[in-house]
């Protein structure tokens, strides 16, 4: 099985680079049919709406290597076409402010994935930093319905473990946690806890595998060989159909970047999120995984850690596309 | 001693009418020299700057009425020349969006209350109809030393109890509670505890006393005896000095306005707050405090309830005129 074809593309579903035509190149070097690209970390609407225009003006400019997917069957199209679909997303849930119509109205500009909280609380759920977590808000209750109801998907990737339980209980399709690693592989607060893997994958959601130092066993020393063990096991705890990448890759990204996405405009103090002061900045990438050519050797690793070519190829993008076929319509 | 002067002014700390050339010739014939007025329940940043900007009209129109106050003198001026002061204040966090620098930028626009949240979880505290209440969040604790800092008042009325206590204990001035009354009184969900009172008036917060009918036993029919029978044992409990009155009314406002506060843009559903679904609108005033001229009546029902004129004065304003000496200006 080959992959990177329309019947088995390759999609990453989390990155935020510092976009630019050569990123633009290296995705299809890496044959990345797919990519869900942050247009919102801490953005309101009009903010998040300025980011769509410059991405507009990129599929403008370099419709020979990307264009803006919004279905399963566009992920299938770019791979026929050897272009990257891609899908936008938030981390956040600001683009929506207080605003329950502003779903709907997402959903027709692209917006296929909402983190209903980041680090912080939300308006709709609690983020993984906050001391406490109360769960899903009145608010937040009634935009998973109308998420559900239109087809964007719920991103439980930075927000606290009781939020994340109750969303994937609450939530009447499955959810997604697009980028983060199991917390008994590597305990960052970021990682996730077995129960929650185990509820979002009992219940068809997906894990996509994050390459962020931060959630890395050994950070940027981390090896090819460990990510893949580490997805072998998860294998084994969770199933092979509910995985996928999704690598948080920030290529490029300066180091001011960083600090936005962890102080946006709520603190005065310095909040160093996963980092520290001694180490404020983007962590380096593992050598092995430092832009979007390096997807082919994961695939790879997969199959050296055991996966056979269909597990591989699912792993790789098959259950993304899956996921992205059912999640990204109007609910039945 | 007069009630209604430089020395002793009345002074209203909540009202949200429909505002209009009569409520401010009622401002005055009532002896109302400030008020604190609602200009904003869910509106961002720009959309309230656009009620300031009303109320700017207003000023200019009717400044032989009213004018913009911004400290406790301005209370005196009002009241020696025979005109209202009015002070700006928010019912929900929303008018700072995410953002802790218009915290500032709003103490300069002249906002001197700001609710930490509404009946919702918000970015900084929990409201009081949501089923679960983890206190002060990230973002909730910086605001609150940003508030401290520029002197803007934390006021907690539609809060729930375990972030009404934490911003007592957080915050480094004294705290308000604009418009409720005792649950002790009449046990509903927006009347505050006796544990939240005893704390607020310790700490040198103030209770503002409110006469929107659901706040008070018996509704509509709650007579003057026994609001001020209430006042009274609430002064045997707390002390007379950190009580006040909050009307919170909300004169000449449509139903489609109480609609608006409740719902705002969060909800598909219909949100009855304190109402239901067979009384959704305003309720109907008690018959002894309609408008702004039933102040005497309440101030002659405070003396008959055993008050001296000295307590009395106090609570009809005095007590809120050393507050707002207190707390509008920078922390010292």
Redesign the interface.
């Known amino acids: 099985m080959t992959i990177g074809t329309a019947a088995t593309p390759v999609i990453d579903c989390l990155q935020y680079a510092n976009w630019s035509e050569k990123i633009f190149e290296q995705l299809r070097a890496g044959g990345v049919d797919a990519v869900h690209v942050t247009i919102a970390y801490?953005e309101?609407f009009r903010e998040a709406v300025i980011n769509v225009g410059q991405w507009n003006a990129w599929f403008e400019r370099h419709r020979d290597l990307i264009f803006q997917g919004r279905t399963g069957d566009d992920v299938r199209r770019a791979a026929a076409e050897g272009r990257t679909a891609v899908f936008f997303g938030f981390q956040n849930p600001?683009p929506i402010?207080?605003?329950?119509?502003l779903v709907e109205i997402w959903h027709t500009l692209g917006a296929r994935f909402m983190q209903l909280s980041y680090n912080?609380?939300?308006?709709l759920a609690?983020g993984c930093?906050?001391?406490?977590?109360?769960?899903i808000?009145?608010?937040?209750r009634?935009v998973i319905?109308?998420m559900n109801r239109v087809g964007m998907v719920i991103d439980m990737s930075h927000s606290a473990e009781r939020s994340t339980l109750e969303a994937i209980e609450i939530s009447q399709r499955p959810i997604a946690i697009t980028h983060a690693n199991p917390h008994w592989w590597h305990p960052a607060l970021r990682n996730k806890s077995d129960t929650v893997l185990r509820e979002l994958t009992r219940s068809g959601g997906m894990l996509g595998f994050s390459l962020y130092p931060h959630h890395l066993k050994g950070g940027s020393a981390c090896t090819l060989d460990g990510f893949c063990s580490m997805i072998a096991e998860a294998a084994n705890r969770y199933g092979v159909e509910n995985l996928g990448i999704g690598s948080d890759l920030c290529q490029d990204q300066p180091d001011s970047i960083v600090t936005w996405m962890r102080n946006?405009?709520?603190?005065?103090?310095m909040d160093y999120g996963e980092g520290s002061a001694d180490s404020a900045g983007f962590p380096d990438q593992p050598d092995w995984f430092r832009d979007n050519t390096g997807f082919p050797a994961i695939a790879a690793g997969l199959a050296k850690a055991g996966f056979d070519a269909s597990e591989t190829a699912a792993i790789m993008g098959g259950n993304w596309l899956r996921f992205y076929d059912t999640s990204f319509g109007p609910q039945a």
Chains 1, 2 share one sequence.
């Open positions: 801490h309101t600001s402010e207080d605003d329950i119509s912080n609380q939300s308006l609690t930093y906050e001391a406490e977590d109360p769960g808000t009145r608010f937040g009634q319905g109308e946006g405009r709520w603190s005065k103090q």
